[in-house]
């Protein structure tokens, strides 16, 4: 795994720049937090990581090939199918090895009931747990831990910062704590161009 160099990144929807002349390198094995105001670009930058968007302009080297773990800010689950089945589905997991990883998250009882049913902490951690028990090798995170309460939110910090460590995640967070508690080897603040 190589580090991720973005060069000179430019993005715009309309008349309004969402990333202009962004460039940075982010670490193979290691945590970058990207943090910055509403509108700063996180969520753009994600999807270009992705390959989810293409920018107008600049390059992303070191993704090509890559296998690629996704916790969206939404939970895009289906619907109408169990947490377990939905972990299984995408993640190409066991049943067990899904059960085992909904369980650390505190979904013991919760696993066959349909997601469409679950309160939106449940579905959060089911989208973690779809994406932690994939094979990847680079793990994007876009405001994960939003809609857990304090307790649940470091129980589940603690399980992503365990299954992650010696890998290369991009963490995009507005919370501060949540940065540090992943002790990243680099942060980088997106400002608003606007500003």
Sequence with gaps: MNDIIIRNLSLSFGEKNVLKDFSAVIPAGKTTCVTGPSGSGKT??????????????????????????????????????????????????????????????????????????????????VAIARALVSDWDVLVMDEPFKGLDERTKFSVMEWVREKSRGKTVILISHDNSECAFFEPEKTISLGSVDQ
């Design 44 to 125: 753009s930058l994600t999807r270009i990581l992705c390959g989810l968007a293409r920018p107008d302009s600049g390059t992303v080297e070191g993704m090509q090939g890559v296998r690629t773990a996704v916790v969206f800010q939404e939970d895009r689950l289906c619907p109408n199918i169990s947490a377990l089945t939905n972990v299984c589905f995408v993640a190409s997991v066991t049943k067990a090895e899904a059960s085992e990883a909904l369980s650390r998250l505190g979904l013991g009882q919760e696993t066959l009931q349909i997601a469409g049913t679950l309160s939106g902490g449940q579905l959060r951690r």
